[in-house]
């Protein structure tokens, strides 16, 4: 280019100016002058390279992923629906004082915004927190609902095991005073329908109680100031083994060692309605009152899921602390035991899918009058179970369609794009979902072609034949039959045809 070439030569005289050691005015009228020409030329600053990567731990999704989780999502919804929840939403961030102090250790992950406009916000680091606040604001004392929205957390991400710094989360939460154990059993149900439907494999639900763990704490003589962060190390021992859990206790947080292998001789149980039996009559957790008080809530909820006929999947676990500070009852967790699949070597290990509990004391925090609202609710880990679906999709090299499309209105002669555009209206005014080519004369070859590629299932065909007998020639992709459909006929023809399973 004639300009390029132009600010090459100034620059040329530039340089011989300054290997001349000439006069500086000169050099730097010289300098002005090229300066000029490479802003009029777009210059350096125009040409600047970004560096095309998502933040740590986000990811971008193609629609292949998106099909796979629009199905997750549908089933997880239609699920919370089945079961009488009515849905909300809420801000993407809230006032920092709103989130401080409801997560425990988990605090240190809460992403905080830049003061903007006087107000000091964090993102939202789950829906629960917001969902008690929405409650006190509104001074709402009886809901059953969900929110699937996105979160933040500021954690380490391991994308490969569905961790990330920003994710989806569905919630689904009951709110008001009940019976006990009645809408906590539900809960449980509603995760083992999910689980049930998504076809994710074996998995199990472990079930524990707050007031159990507390009182076991107490029994085995922890120092009340010690009950959360002794509480959050017990909360490890799904991934690390009981030894190194004990020397954390022990040597990070100062609790003795007789208390810690006290700890050890509970937190190392699991079982049915057999244990909580046994454990109503241990010499000392029954001395304890808010143990005894969470083994008759824990008794209670087994029978229910025993009349729900789901007591094969969920084992009451001593272990399962769930370190969240706003739990006061119930406290659940769901786990894949395994991954059976073929087509990978290792299993994929995704850690737990599902969680919740009950959380009585959360709204009131907020609360002008401290007014408490009992609330029980369940979380579904979308992410981790999209990991799981994705690999098992990658691997079976199963064809995901990334669209709806029913038909495609074709041609096979040219000069037809009017009758095409006018068929493709009468159908989208029907609610049909239709697609058309976007060139005037394309070869039938191809419009075939792109049904085949995205899994349109008919061809919708005008012809100049067609258009005299009133007729639309109507093509079957897969069997390749044809069948002409009066004009007027054809939405209900296309609507039977892409009905059936």
Not at 458 to 467: K, M, P
Request: glycine share 8%.
């Amino acid at each position: 280019m004639a300009e390029e070439a132009a600010v090459r030569a100034q620059a040329e005289v530039v340089r011989r100016l300054k290997h001349d050691k000439a006069d500086p005015d000169e050099i730097a009228k010289e300098v002005a002058k090229l300066l000029e020409m490479k802003a009029q030329l777009g210059g350096d600053e125009g040409k600047h390279k970004f560096v095309l990567k998502t933040p740590k731990g986000t990811r971008d999704y193609s629609p292949k992923q998106m099909a796979i989780r629009e199905r997750v999502f549908n089933a997880i919804i239609s699920c919370f629906k089945r079961h009488g929840a009515e849905v909300i939403d809420t801000p993407v961030f809230e006032l920092k004082e709103t989130l401080t102090g409801k997560y425990g250790e988990d605090s240190k992950l809460i992403y905080d915004l830049k003061d903007q406009g006087g107000e000091l916000l964090s993102l939202r680091y789950d829906l629960t927190v917001p969902f008690a606040r929405y409650l006190a604001m509104n001074k709402i004392t009886n809901i059953k609902r969900y929110h699937i929205a996105k979160v933040y957390r500021r954690d380490n991400p391991a994308m490969t095991r569905g961790r990330y710094r920003e994710f989806y989360q569905c919630d689904f939460d009951i709110a008001g005073q009940f019976d006990p154990m009645i809408p906590d059993a539900e809960c449980l149900k509603i995760v083992h329908e999910i689980l049930t439907d998504l076809q994710l494999g074996d998995f199990l639900i472990k079930v524990n109680d707050r007031r159990i763990l507390d009182g076991m704490f107490a029994v085995c003589g922890v120092p009340d100031s010690k009950f959360r962060t002794i509480c959050s190390s017990v909360d490890k021992l799904d991934k690390v083994p009981w030894e190194e859990v004990r020397s954390e206790m022990v040597g990070e947080k100062g609790l003795s060692p007789e208390a810690a292998d006290h700890i050890g001789e509970y937190v190392q149980l699991h079982g049915g309605l057999e244990l909580i039996e046994r454990l109503l009559q241990d010499p000392k957790l029954s001395q304890n009152k808010l143990a005894k008080e969470g083994l008759g809530d824990m008794k209670l909820l087994f029978e229910y899921l025993t009349l729900f006929g789901i007591t094969g999947e969920i084992s009451f676990d001593l272990s399962l602390a769930r370190g969240l500070d706003y739990y006061t009852g119930v406290i659940f967790e769901a786990v894949l035991l395994q991954q059976e699949n073929d087509h990978v070597e290792e299993p994929v290990s995704v850690g737990s899918v599902a969680g919740g509990g009950r959380y009585d004391g959360l709204v009131g925090m907020f609360d002008p009058k401290g007014r408490k609202v009992p609330c029980v609710g369940v979380s579904i880990g979308i992410e981790r179970i999209f990991s799981i679906l994705e690999q098992r999709v990658e691997a079976s090299e199963e064809k995901i369609r990334t669209t709806e499309t029913q038909v495609l209105v074709a041609s096979a002669q040219k000069k037809l794009l009017e009758e095409r555009l006018k068929l493709i209206a009468e159908l989208w005014d029907a609610g049909i979902k239709a697609e058309v080519l976007y060139k005037k004369n394309p070869k039938l070859l191809n419009q075939l072609q792109y049904c085949e590629d995205t899994g349109i299932p008919l061809v919708a065909i005008v012809g100049e034949q067609e258009l005299k007998d009133g007729v639309v020639k109507l093509r079957v992709v897969a069997t390749r039959e044809e069948v002409n459909v009066r004009r007027e006929s054809l939405v209900e023809e296309i609507r039977i045809r892409t009905s059936r399973p």
